[in-house]
Each structure stands twice: as structure tokens, then as C-alpha cells.
């Protein structure tokens, strides 16, 4: 097993940034349902939410990391394929990357923006501001952007599993594999 990815095979650490990132957008995606199903005050949605900043903090990381991975191995990727399907799976993992950097980033805006500190795990990232010195622009855009940008997320990960599975079931073409 090598660390590098290959035109065969995805290597061990970007399996590894792809199921990390993908447990854990799992985890913070249960908060987030359950919040709107069971509402916020139940508790089995204040459990799963408790810890969506330390949860999101983790994955910002684990994101970036895997977007600079991403790059440094650009050119020994497994190929998405010609054609129309090849455009548009090169079209819709851009378009992860691009939220999975995106959502947390405007989090990030409005905790730097606000008047509460942001210090995940105890680690201070932005300290508190006064009232008279918050950033609306910044909480604005992270207040208006961070969930709905979330959802649409959602909804080309769905797209993701689907297309993974139609790979594995109907076209039988070791593109699963690949990953696994």
C-alpha cells in the first residue's frame, strides 16, 4: 500500500482524508437533521450538535490538508474518464472541494466577526469583540452563506454516494474500489 496516489488506485493517505472527512461530515450532517426533525431543545439533537465548531474545526483541517494532497498528486490521479461522465465528475468534485472549503471558511468569517471568542478545544483563534467593534459584513455573510451552502453540500454528497454506487452496481467498473 502506498501513500501517493497512482492512475490505478487512490493512495493510503487520501483514502484516508476522503473517509475521515466523510465520517465526520456524517457526524455534523446528524446534528444538523436532527435539529430540524426533533428540534433544537431535544435531546438527542443538542448531544449530536454540542460539539458542531470542535467537529467543523477538525474537518477545516482535514479539508485543507486534503485539497493540498489533492494538488500535490494532481497529475498521478486516477483518470475520471472521457466524455460527458468525465466532465462530470471532474465538474462535481470541484464543486466538494470548493463547499467543503466554502462552508467552513464563512464560519470562520462570522466567528472572527462576532462578539463571542472562538476557541475551539480551549484554543484561542479570534478573541471576542465589543459590540461597537463586531463586523457585520463578515457575520452577515457567514450567518446568510454557512448553512445554506451546508445543504447544498448535502446534496451533492448524496449525488456522490449515488454515483459511487451506480459505479459499483450497474457499470461494475472498479471505481469504488479505487477509493476503498
Same mark, same amino acid.
Given at each position: 500500500?502506498?501513500?501517493?496516489?497512482? #492512475?490505478?488506485?487512490?493512495?493510503?493517505?487520501? !483514502? $484516508?482524508?476522503?473517509?475521515?472527512?466523510?465520517?465526520?461530515?456524517?457526524?455534523? $450532517?446528524?446534528?444538523?437533521?436532527?435539529?430540524?426533525?426533533?428540534?433544537?431543545?431535544?435531546?438527542?439533537?443538542? !448531544?449530536?450538535?454540542?460539539? =458542531?465548531?470542535?467537529?467543523?474545526?477538525?474537518? $477545516?483541517?482535514?479539508?485543507?490538508?486534503?485539497?493540498?494532497?489533492?494538488?500535490?498528486?494532481?497529475? !498521478?490521479? #486516477?483518470?475520471?474518464? #472521457?466524455?460527458?461522465?468525465?466532465?462530470?465528475?471532474? *465538474?462535481? =468534485? $470541484?464543486? *466538494?472541494?470548493? *463547499?467543503?472549503?466554502?462552508?467552513?471558511?464563512?464560519? *470562520?468569517? !462570522?466567528?472572527?466577526?462576532?462578539?463571542?471568542?472562538?476557541? #475551539?478545544?480551549?484554543?484561542?483563534?479570534?478573541?471576542?469583540?465589543?459590540?461597537?467593534?463586531?463586523?457585520?459584513?463578515?457575520?452577515?455573510?457567514?450567518?446568510?452563506? =454557512?448553512?445554506?451552502?451546508?445543504?447544498?453540500?448535502?446534496?451533492?454528497?448524496?449525488?456522490?454516494?449515488?454515483?459511487?454506487?451506480? =459505479?459499483?452496481?450497474?457499470?461494475?467498473?472498479?471505481?469504488?474500489?479505487?477509493?476503498?
Amino acid at each position: 500500500m502506498t501513500i501517493a496516489d497512482s #492512475p490505478a488506485r487512490y493512495g493510503a493517505l487520501s !483514502r $484516508f482524508f476522503h473517509w475521515a472527512i466523510a465520517a465526520l461530515l456524517v457526524w455534523q $450532517f446528524g446534528g444538523i437533521c436532527s435539529e430540524a426533525i426533533l428540534g433544537e431543545d431535544h435531546p438527542l439533537a443538542a !448531544r449530536l450538535s454540542a460539539n =458542531h465548531t470542535q467537529v467543523g474545526t477538525i474537518l $477545516f483541517v482535514l479539508i485543507v490538508c486534503r485539497v493540498v494532497w489533492a494538488i500535490l498528486n494532481r497529475g !498521478r490521479r #486516477p483518470d475520471h474518464g #472521457p466524455g460527458l461522465l468525465g466532465y462530470a465528475a471532474r *465538474l462535481g =468534485h $470541484f464543486s *466538494l472541494y470548493a *463547499l467543503m472549503l466554502a462552508v467552513p471558511t464563512a464560519a *470562520l468569517l !462570522r466567528a472572527w466577526g462576532n462578539e463571542r471568542a472562538f476557541a #475551539p478545544f480551549g484554543f484561542p483563534i479570534f478573541a471576542p469583540r465589543s459590540p461597537d467593534q463586531v463586523v457585520q459584513t463578515a457575520t452577515a455573510i457567514g450567518s446568510n452563506f =454557512h448553512g445554506e451552502m451546508a445543504w447544498i453540500m448535502g446534496v451533492l454528497i448524496l449525488g456522490h454516494v449515488a454515483m459511487a454506487i451506480l =459505479h459499483q452496481v450497474a457499470w461494475r467498473d472498479g471505481t469504488l474500489k479505487r477509493m476503498t
